[in-house]
Structures are given as C-alpha cells and as structure tokens.
C-alpha cells in the first residue's frame, strides 16, 4: 500500500501529557499509542490511532490551489494545464496517455476516480511542520510529503482550510507512484519534499506576528528526494510567491 499521512491537533497540558478534542488523555497509557476511543480537533468521528482519518485530511474541499513552479514564479495547475507535460508526469504509451493522465491530474487536484474530493494526505516522512503566527489565534502549519506536496494549512481549533499546497516540477513524477498504489519497502520508498522545513520572519516591530510591513520567507528542501532547495514568500498565505531556487545537482 501507498504510505499514508495526516496532520492533526492535540493539546498538550502543563503537565507534558496530551489531551484530545473531548478532553481526555489522547495516549493509551500502556502501549504509549494513541488511544482508540480518543479524538482529535479536527475530526468529526473518533480516528484514534488511525492515521488516514480525521485530522486536516479529511477537511480538504473540492476548491483547493495547487501550484507548481515554472521559470521564476509558481503557477496554478488546473485540468487542462500545459506545465503538466507527460514527461514531467512519468507517463508515456498510448494506454498511459488515454487512461492514466486524466485520471492522475484528477488524482494530483485532488479528486477521486468518481469525482469526488480526495481527502488524503501523503506521508511526511523525515519532514516535520512549522508553525508561523500571522495574529492572535491565527497561526498556519506547513508540512511537506513524499508525493511532493507542501501544504499551507490554517490551524483553527474547529474549521482548519488549506491555503495552497505547491509541487515543485522535479517531483511531478511522484504523485504516479502514489496514484498507483505501488507498494513500497525500505528499498523503493519514493522520497519527496522530505527535507527540513525553516523560516525567516523580519518581524519589524518584534512582536512575534505577521503584520504591518513584515515579511516571512519559507524555506523548503529535499533531503532523500532530489536536490534542490527553495524559498517561498508566504507573508500572504492566499498569494504564495517564489523568491529563489537552488539545484544542488553534482
């Protein structure tokens, strides 16, 4: 099976332990996992120790956007996109062309064979989330995937949305392998944005948020899964931009 991943909200109390969205300890005492009858805040139903349910997956909406990188600038994608190339998407053959390629875009916008909204989220392996605060109680996560996405998600207690989420062009070809269900092992695992996630925030009046003429700058990079490194200017979360890119190819 494709490796699966989430992002979801706990709340850790002064006393170091972690309580779920109903108030209770969210750990099973004695295994140290995460209990089966507990809840996360932003799952409607209990999801437990279940990875794929719940969390900001499940509060994925059919309007999302999606970016790729292309020249100096990133740029919407949509189903009828020419920056989604069959080269770049890994496909080739008639069969591929006819069958695979509409159903992949489909796949990489966010939607189900039957049209439905894909609420999945691909594993972050080796990356963890940063959060930047933007005001009071209003802060964004970001958290990279393997399948090559960096999602921008807002962090409200009860409705978080996605801002954006951006492929970079190198990993266009991941989402296939993850669309196909291939099953990976510790020798075929395909790596993605899996590199550390920093930021530079020139807080003019120091007072911790984003605001007045401040900027905020992301810094994303690949570690198992390519070579390049980028930096995106998030200071608006609704217009992410790009500010450089380095190809650390040798």
Excluded: C
């Amino acid at each position: 099976q494709k490796w699966k991943g989430n992002l979801k909200r706990y709340r850790l109390n002064t006393d170091g332990a972690i309580y779920d969205a109903e108030g209770y300890p969210a750990l099973d005492r004695d295994s140290g996992f995460f209990s089966g009858s507990s809840r996360s805040y932003w799952s409607t139903e209990i999801d437990g120790a279940t990875v794929d349910s719940g969390g900001a997956a499940s509060r994925l909406e059919a309007d999302r956007n999606i970016y790729t990188i292309s020249g100096n600038a990133v740029q919407k994608l949509s189903l009828t996109s020419t920056l989604l190339s069959d080269t770049l998407l890994g496909i080739s053959g008639l069969t591929d062309l006819l069958t695979i390629r509409p159903k992949l875009i489909s796949w990489i916008l966010g939607f189900n064979e039957d049209g439905s909204v894909r609420k999945e989220i691909e594993d972050p392996l080796h990356s963890q989330p940063v959060i930047i605060n933007y005001g009071p109680g209003d802060s964004t996560a970001f958290i990279a995937t393997n399948s090559g996405y960096l999602h921008a998600f807002d962090t409200n207690e009860d409705n978080p949305k996605e801002y954006f989420s951006i492929i970079p062009k190198e990993l266009l070809q991941n989402p296939n392998e993850y669309y196909s269900n291939s099953s990976f092992n510790a020798y075929d695992k395909v790596y993605g944005l899996d590199g550390r996630i920093t930021y530079w925030h020139k807080d003019i009046n120091l007072n911790g948020l984003i605001d007045g003429n401040d900027k905020v700058y992301l810094y994303v990079g690949m570690r198992r899964g390519g070579h390049s490194y980028y930096a995106f200017d998030v200071t608006n979360r609704n217009s992410p931009q790009l500010k450089w890119q380095i190809d650390g190819s040798y």
